[in-house]
């Protein structure tokens, strides 16, 4: 079958990035009790993909890659039995598999486990997971969208980590995929204003049709100026950051109101280091400042809440796994949402 592979580590004396390659490989096999063997449909680029190719994940060429998809089930493994899946359902699922034993998975902290089984290899023509990995896809909702269900994922618990009540005033840095699901789920969880802060013009009119009322370009127009005009000069009561983007995480800082929170969702540069002027923003505003890391515990809610939402505008471009090389190098130029493969193409 074919897969997406890392097939050149990044070299770091040199900085020369890694490379990405469409090889032939082996189709995967049922091995545990549990296993479900999928026929891939789609595979989203997820936007820290292209960090394998800057070695920021441990992995080593040759490495298959991927953990957006939705599919079709074709073989269950015989322990399959606990979900009533069936051969022939339209399934998504979660590439992160915990342990369910340790301190962690026991305290509703299931990101930490210390035993996780990782199996990012989605963006290739079959993937197995195991049956608690699996979720089938609501009838509604169309095999293309449910391949965004991971980063979805995401968006839902960065609402959650949000906190946003009725009527308040949100902001959200980044108009990627996530950002703009984020800006879609805020308005339906009842926020009044919603706006996005985007360079790239394209992103920006998606936003617009996501939900947002405004999308600032943060290049040509005074973020902060306009964030007060729009806050009656108050600031945000809440600003998640989805940009990944080192410059966009200090400006949150600039936007958001007294006794607001920041969600710092993204996977930043590993040396970078936000200035904070704790008597500014901890002990005068009060600001929260919050992190997170995985999705874990959102997941099954959020493919319900895949029935309500509208993602289809964030599709930019659909590839086959052939065109992997132009599908990472579009994803880096930044000007697009999601990207996705037709992995049976
Ligand atoms: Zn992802
Ligand atoms: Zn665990």
């Known amino acids: 079958m074919k897969a997406v592979l890392l097939v050149k ?9 890694g490379e990405i390659g469409c ?40 490495f298959q890659w991927g953990h957006e998809f939705s599919g079709i089930i074709e073989e269950l493994g015989p322990g399959a039995t606990k979900k009533d899946l069936k ?5 998504t699922g979660n590439f992160y598999k915990t342990c369910g034993a340790c301190h962690y998975c026991r305290n509703m902290m299931e990101q930490f486990c210390p035993y996780p089984e990782e199996n990012p290899k989605a963006q290739a023509q079959y993937f197995v997971l195991r049956e608690s990995q699996v ?16 980063p979805f994922a995401i968006a839902v618990r960065a609402m959650e980590r949000a906190d946003i009540k009725i009527g ?28 996005v802060v985007e360079p790239v013009e394209s992103k920006r009119q998606i936003a617009l049709e996501m939900g947002a009322d405004v999308a600032i370009d943060p290049f040509s127009e005074n973020l902060v100026e306009r964030s007060e005009a729009l806050t009656k000069g108050y600031g945000f009561d809440a600003v998640i950051e989805a940009s990944g983007n080192t410059k966009a995480a200090e400006s949150c800082l ?18 970078y280091n936000l200035p904070l002027n704790l008597f500014n923003y901890c002990y005068h505003k009060e600001i929260t ?13 959020a493919v319900e809440m895949m029935v309500r939402m509208n993602l289809r505008p964030l599709i930019s471009k659909v590839y086959s796994l052939d065109e992997c090389k132009q599908a990472y190098e579009d994803q880096m130029s930044g000007q697009y949402a999601k990207l996705v493969f037709d992995c049976q193409k």
């Open 135 to 150: 979720y089938v896809i609501p009838e509604s909702v169309d095999l293309m969208d449910a391949t965004l269900i991971e």
């Open 168 to 195: 308040q005033r949100i902001a959200i840095s980044g108009g990627g995929g996530i950002g703009l699901m984020i800006a879609q789920l805020a308005r339906s969880a009842g926020a009044s204003t919603v706006v």
């Open 87 to 91: 051969v022939g359902d339209r399934v």
């Open 289 to 301: 400042i919050k992190g997170m890391f995985l999705a874990q515990l959102v997941f099954e809610r």
């Open 254 to 271: 600039e936007i958001v109101g007294k006794g607001g929170t920041i969600v710092y969702f993204s996977m930043y540069d590993m040396d």
């Open 9 to 17: 580590d990044y070299d770091k004396e040199t900085n020369t990035l």
């Open 23 to 62: 090889r032939e490989v082996d189709k995967p096999q049922i091995v545990h009790d549990d296993d479900v063997l999928i026929k891939v449909a789609y595979a989203s680029l997820c936007g820290s993909d292209p960090n394998l190719l800057k070695g920021l994940f441990p992995f080593k060429a040759p």
